[in-house]
């Protein structure tokens, strides 16, 4: 065996020495108490249901910024290097911009309007959800309290 081989090998078995010494001490170390504040923390972070209810809140703000875009200022490039069939409408451009803004649609308004309500509902939507997994956190943890009570 030549010395590039016997390194790796020693620092290896170095490793999974420290490894096996060091479990041992994490078997010894006491549970943490589970607080029902804890309880109520772990709860809000590991529900489907908040992860959920937060998915669809950003959904309905990204779909009121997209309706509220009509409102903002739009700019289009392109160029005028085209094959087309027939005699040309414009002169040729080898750089087009354009800019569109919409400044009265009342229709579009009126969709925009929708969007930022259903975007305030989805983020009272997220309270309710939180109080929800609130609730069946700590009615289970008073169940489990009362039951060990027993």
């Not at 170095?14 to 504040?37: D, F, H, N, S, Y």
């Not at 998915?55 to 779909?63: C, D, L, Y």
């Not at 929800?132 to 169940?143: C, F, G, H, K, P």
Request: with cysteine; aromatic share 6%.
């Amino acid at each position: 065996m030549n010395k590039k081989t016997v390194f790796p090998q020693v620092l290896c078995a170095a490793g999974v020495w420290l490894l096996l010494a060091a479990m041992p001490a994490r078997a010894q170390q006491a549970p943490e108490a589970l607080t029902i504040r804890r309880a109520v923390m772990l709860a809000l972070q590991n529900s489907h249901q908040m992860a959920l209810a937060r998915i669809q809140e950003t959904v309905a703000e990204r779909s009121a910024g997209l309706a509220g875009s009509v409102f903002r200022p739009n700019l289009y490039t392109g160029s005028g290097a085209a094959y087309t069939n027939g005699f040309p409408l414009g002169a040729p451009t080898v750089f087009n911009l354009s800019y569109v803004q919409t400044v009265f649609n009342p229709a579009m308004r009126g969709t925009l309007r929708a969007s930022q309500e259903r975007a305030e509902a989805q983020r009272l939507g997220i309270d309710q959800t939180r109080d929800a997994v609130i609730l069946r956190t700590v009615a289970s943890y008073l169940e489990l309290v009362k039951v060990r009570h027993s």
